[in-house]
């Protein structure tokens, strides 16, 4: 069983940086494709990024492509996400979820096995 725990989130005004983090516990997640995902509320869960376990290939929502990082340390068992330009439209509860090491599909949520509990972000304009 793996725990992935989710940090970083707060208010920020627009054009701010901030970088979340997912701290994984239980089992090691190198082998694991790591992903983050936002929900806004009333809106379903969106795709934000995903990185593969090598770190070698990493997929992004185009609403977020050149502005948003995803990274992995295996060594620190940890996945951030670096984001950048933050604008209004980014507020949501940002998710990290932890699949197979091949997944097809890496923007769908049932692609994914394991779920932090989220962590907030607003910005404000």
């Known amino acids: 069983q793996v725990q992935l725990v989710e940090s970083g989130g707060g208010l920020v005004q627009a054009g701010d940086s901030l970088r979340l983090s997912c701290a994984a516990s239980?089992?090691?997640?190198?082998?694991?494709?790591m992903g983050w995902f936002r929900q806004a509320p009333g809106k379903e869960r969106d795709f934000v990024a995903a990185?593969?376990?090598?770190?070698?290939?990493?997929y992004y929502a185009d609403s977020v492509k050149g502005r948003f990082t995803i990274s992995r340390d295996n060594a620190q068992n940890t996945v951030y996400l670096q984001m950048n330009s933050l604008k209004p439209e980014d507020t949501a509860v940002y998710y990290c979820?932890?699949?197979?090491?091949?997944?097809?599909?890496?923007?769908?949520?049932?692609?994914?096995?394991?779920w932090g509990q989220g962590t907030q972000l607003t910005v404000s304009s």
């Open positions: 239980g089992r090691t997640v190198s082998s694991y494709t």
């Open positions: 990185i593969v376990w090598s770190g070698g290939i990493t």
């Open positions: 979820a932890g699949g197979p090491p091949f997944i097809r599909s890496w923007s769908l949520t049932s692609a994914y096995d394991y």
